[in-house]
């Protein structure tokens, strides 16, 4: 038999060559326009319709094709004989006698499993098998490392050698019985063979050449950057040289004519983008410039994807749409964020983020009613930051107060948990089955079935349950809920979902597989030196020289390789820019090395790079002259309620009342994650009304067994917030130094008459506004103190100090002690804030205080009269109420002159 082989330049005319040296080969074996009996592999399937283009085109009329696929689809057949072992099953393999060995820490076996899969599978690929037993693979590494007698080396080898060839005596890996089935199609050849192959050198390509050449006629069609022509390719193969030991850049470039590099820059443009933003707006800019010049076939290689994900939506808002050939990883999808939402509440025992994240998913409960659903998840919301339950659905579920809608998805989420079962262990198969009938429980499979992600991701589960169920009854291949949870988010951040709906002239890809295919244009984007760098080496063995030792390629041909891919790229494509970041977070992000090297050339006479363009501002329509918001409310919804928080509201800002009560968007509280100074305040309030139940007065108790009661009370309050943060101890310790002071202070009010009479009493007061009108007056008083002889002083706890009380007291906006005073009528001695932190306790009294709650009554009546007659509310507050304001922005004030 015979081997023809032919180089050609992988440029534009790489396919029409190609297509005429098959009809030659054709010609010469069978029949010229019959290759029906040949078999034509291909390094890419997208490479078989301009092949059949041009074979048709240059036949000049039918064309019998010959039987064409990539090497995976041609012994897909005899492969499917071999039952090899599929790689989550091999995996597990590894991790289990790993894990028996008891050789590695238990959260480093996923990663050395990964590790020596990739080294096993590379080895298999190249023919290169390690040494026959354990001290022949350590002298190896020690030769290459230049050590000996070392103990992690020793380690290593031991390792490598007792998993490889534990993973030889079951069924072969995947890689492996690729090989075995490709010497099955070679002899199974009828015909003559036509091999593409993407690179000059065959690789382990070379082996099944050898074994077809001597059957069959074979025809080797390999591409050499060394045949392109014209002023791009003489200058690239100055800029990347084939050879590793080539001259310096300046003695390559020195006799290169101003006109070579000013006919590359009219093909080629390099772009250079201050922010990630810019980056992703110059690459939809110059996609759309290239469509609106008429080019139909543009390749977006998306080194940086997530400065491609942005460019991609720019095109879509234009209505753009991409095709993207590579995928997405699932882990980026809907579906797969729903699933790790739920797994994160299952974890976390429903912490309460985590948990309101998922009901709020969109892809669950599709046989609930939407708005009943979503009052729910607002009710449980609210409830969380009042109960300040940070997590746990049982606790939720037995709170009191808890809404029907409510109740209804947290008995869901407790029937799901149950089937679950994350307290116990299992094998991966059975986690899987598990995992999908909670989902079930949640509703969540109809909406996966709608969704093109969701069905793929389903497709993955069933997969994998199909391939692990065996080693279920293994011990060696049970875990627990967290080790289980590592394995599943590894499997969802190496799986790809593919949108294969979308057909466009615009396809996103990457290098690799732009290799020999031709484009009206391409734009690499993301050619910095993070993003555009040979694949990383593996994590062990990653030494140069164990490379060379074991027979495997090292990181200088993967250097080459990308300087072809990227020669190629450009060759192939009329048009073509390289864009990257250049600035990320005021440092400078420098371009990748090929890059520079390119720049560099270019810019012999002139800066080369493109700076992006400003994009135009969007039209809007003209309008007058900015003024503060100064909105009426409608009487219909003015507020019938008033506190003392929403009457310092009005009084502070009309605007901030009407946002507020109004229009209703209050923010909810924040359920805090530690304990803060308001909560601290709220903590101080409780103690102090259950001592005083319990101790009205102190005079007949010694001061041995008050600081006793209030330690054990103060002890018992902070217990769970301490539970839930060890932090909070820091104020259960702040407070604890002031409870001496405090007994002092109140057997100081005692010793003047004041006795403690009740705490946290609700007051109600419906108020007449006159013309039929009224408003009800609520407020809760810390604490009541009366004299015996009818008159009552109102305190109010402040976890502050006593200086900046008694400033607040003489503010006349400040209206909290003034507005109790009127709840509470006539006999009001005393209203005063209670310091409770600080160097010194005591009060902070306000002057006069009936004379102040009875001015305060005729504002009161006099504002909501006014709001019932139409007044305006305008944006008034000063720079102090500003400040903290969750309004701010949407009142204006700021953009007034």
């Given at each position: 038999m015979s081997l023809v082989s032919h180089s050609l330049a992988p440029d534009r005319s790489f396919l029409p060559a190609a297509a005429r040296h098959i009809l030659d080969f054709a010609g010469q074996a069978t029949q010229a326009c019959d290759l029906s009996h040949a078999s034509l592999l291909l390094p890419n399937l997208k490479l078989a319709a301009p092949l059949n283009a041009a074979l048709f085109e240059l036949a000049g009329g039918a064309v019998l094709l010959p039987r064409s696929n990539t090497l995976s689809g041609m012994v897909a057949p005899w492969l499917a004989s071999l039952e090899a072992m599929p790689d989550a099953r091999r995996q597990l393999m590894l991790h289990a006698l790993l894990r028996s060995r008891e050789w590695l820490d238990e959260g480093m076996l996923w990663d050395v499993v990964a590790e020596l899969t990739q080294l096993f599978d590379t080895l298999t690929e190249h023919a290169a098998p390690l040494p026959d037993d354990e001290a022949g693979l350590l002298a190896c590494l020690e030769e290459a490392f230049e050590l000996r007698n070392s103990q992690a080396l020793n380690f290593e080898a031991k390792l490598v050698n007792a998993l490889w060839r534990a993973e030889a005596q079951g069924k072969p890996s995947r890689v492996a019985a690729r090989l075995l089935a490709a010497a099955q199609w070679l002899a199974a050849l009828d015909g003559p063979l036509i091999i593409m192959l993407e690179s000059h050198q065959a690789g382990p390509l070379q082996a099944l050449i050898d074994q077809a050449a001597q059957r069959v006629p074979v025809l080797l069609l390999r591409p050499d950057r060394a045949l392109a022509e014209g002023a791009l390719a003489q200058l690239l193969a100055r800029v990347w040289p084939a050879a590793e030991d080539a001259p310096a850049l300046r003695e390559r470039m020195h006799d290169v004519a101003p006109a070579l590099i000013g006919d590359t820059r009219e093909r080629l443009s390099l772009l250079a983008a201050d922010s990630l933003e810019t980056l992703g707006e110059a690459v939809a800019d110059q996609v759309l410039d290239w469509l609106e010049a008429g080019k139909r076939s543009i390749a977006l290689i998306a080194c940086d994807r997530l400065a491609a994900r942005r460019a991609r939506a720019l095109l879509e808002r234009e209505g753009v749409l991409v095709q993207d050939e590579t995928g997405w990883k699932m882990v980026t999808t809907r579906v797969a964020a729903v699933v790790d939402a739920w797994l994160e509440v299952l974890a976390s025992d429903a912490w309460h983020r985590a948990l309101i994240d998922l009901l709020r998913a969109p892809l669950l409960f599709a046989d609930l009613d939407a708005l009943s659903r979503a009052r729910g998840v607002d009710a449980l919301d609210r409830l969380i930051r009042q109960t300040h339950i940070p997590n746990g659905l049982d606790r939720l579920r037995a709170a009191e107060n808890l809404a029907p809608e409510s109740a209804l998805l947290l008995d869901r989420l407790i029937a799901a948990r149950a089937l679950i079962k994350p307290e116990q262990s299992a094998g991966i198969a059975e986690w899987l089955r598990r995992l999908k009938s909670s989902l079930e429980l949640l509703g969540a499979l109809p909406h996966f079935q709608q969704d093109q992600a969701g069905r793929q991701w389903l497709e993955w589960l069933e997969t994998r349950i199909a391939e692990l169920a065996e080693q279920d009854g293994s011990r060696d291949s049970r875990f627990r809920f967290a080790a289980w949870r590592t394995w599943f988010n590894r499997q969802m951040d190496a799986q790809l979902y593919r949108d294969e709906s979308i057909d466009s002239p615009v396809i996103m890809t990457h290098l690799a597989a732009t290799r020999l295919r031709h484009f009206d244009a391409a734009i690499l984007i993301g050619a910095d030196s993070e993003h555009l760098a040979p694949p990383g080496a593996p994590g062990w063995l990653t030494h140069a020289g164990v490379r060379r030792a074991l027979g495997l390629p090292g990181l200088a041909s993967e250097r080459l390789q990308l300087r072809e891919?990227?020669?190629?790229?450009?060759?192939?494509?009329?048009?073509?820019?390289?864009?990257?970041?250049?600035?990320?977070?005021?440092?400078?992000?420098?371009?990748?090395?090929?890059?520079?090297?390119?720049?560099?050339?270019?810019?012999?006479?002139?800066?080369?790079?493109?700076?992006?363009?400003?994009?135009?501002?969007?039209?809007?329509?003209?309008?007058?002259?900015?003024?503060?918001?100064?909105?009426?409310?409608?009487?219909?919804?003015?507020?019938?309620?008033?506190?003392?928080?929403?009457?310092?509201?009005?009084?502070?800002?009309?605007?901030?009342?009407?946002?507020?009560?109004?229009?209703?968007?209050?923010?909810?509280?924040?359920?805090?994650?530690?304990?803060?100074?308001?909560?601290?305040?709220?903590?101080?309030?409780?103690?102090?009304?259950?001592?005083?139940?319990?101790?009205?007065?102190?005079?007949?108790?010694?001061?041995?067994?008050?600081?006793?009661?209030?330690?054990?009370?103060?002890?018992?309050?902070?217990?769970?917030?301490?539970?839930?943060?060890?932090?909070?101890?820091?104020?259960?310790?702040?407070?604890?130094?002031?409870?001496?002071?405090?007994?002092?202070?109140?057997?100081?009010?005692?010793?003047?008459?004041?006795?403690?009479?009740?705490?946290?009493?609700?007051?109600?007061?419906?108020?007449?506004?006159?013309?039929?009108?009224?408003?009800?007056?609520?407020?809760?008083?810390?604490?009541?103190?009366?004299?015996?002889?009818?008159?009552?002083?109102?305190?109010?706890?402040?976890?502050?100090?006593?200086?900046?009380?008694?400033?607040?007291?003489?503010?006349?906006?400040?209206?909290?002690?003034?507005?109790?005073?009127?709840?509470?009528?006539?006999?009001?001695?005393?209203?005063?804030?209670?310091?409770?932190?600080?160097?010194?306790?005591?009060?902070?009294?306000?002057?006069?205080?009936?004379?102040?709650?009875?001015?305060?009554?005729?504002?009161?009546?006099?504002?909501?009269?006014?709001?019932?007659d139409g007044a305006a509310m305008p944006a008034q507050g000063t720079a102090l109420a500003c400040a903290y304001c969750e309004m701010r922005g949407l009142c204006r004030k700021e953009w007034v002159s």
């Open positions: 891919d990227l020669a190629g790229l450009l060759l192939a494509s009329d048009a073509a820019c390289i864009a990257w970041q250049s600035q990320r977070r005021d440092e400078a992000l420098m371009p990748a090395a090929e890059v520079a090297l390119l720049e560099t050339a270019l810019s012999r006479d002139g800066d080369c790079l493109i700076r992006p363009r400003a994009r135009p501002c969007p039209a809007s329509p003209q309008l007058g002259a900015t003024t503060p918001a100064a909105p009426a409310a409608p009487p219909e919804r003015i507020p019938q309620r008033l506190s003392a928080s929403g009457l310092k509201a009005l009084v502070d800002c009309p605007y901030r009342y009407f946002a507020r009560y109004v229009l209703r968007l209050g923010e909810l509280e924040e359920l805090s994650e530690g304990m803060e100074k308001k909560d601290f305040g709220e903590q101080l309030h409780l103690i102090l009304h259950r001592f005083h139940s319990q101790f009205p007065r102190l005079e007949a108790e010694s001061d041995e067994v008050l600081l006793a009661a209030l330690e054990a009370i103060t002890e018992e309050a902070f217990a769970q917030a301490i539970e839930r943060n060890f932090q909070d101890h820091a104020w259960r310790l702040r407070w604890r130094a002031q409870l001496a002071d405090y007994l002092a202070w109140q057997r100081q009010r005692e010793a003047g008459g004041w006795f403690w009479q009740g705490g946290e009493v609700n007051i109600e007061l419906e108020h007449e506004l006159g013309g039929g009108r009224s408003l009800h007056l609520f407020g809760r008083l810390d604490r009541v103190d009366a004299d015996g002889k009818g008159l009552h002083a109102l305190l109010d706890y402040k976890s502050r100090g006593l200086k900046a009380l008694r400033e607040q007291v003489k503010d006349p906006d400040d209206v909290q002690l003034a507005f109790y005073t009127v709840l509470q009528g006539r006999h009001v001695a005393e209203a005063a804030y209670v310091a409770l932190d600080g160097e010194a306790l005591g009060t902070a009294p306000l002057a006069e205080p009936e004379e102040r709650a009875a001015a305060l009554l005729d504002c009161i009546t006099d504002s909501f009269n006014a709001l019932h």
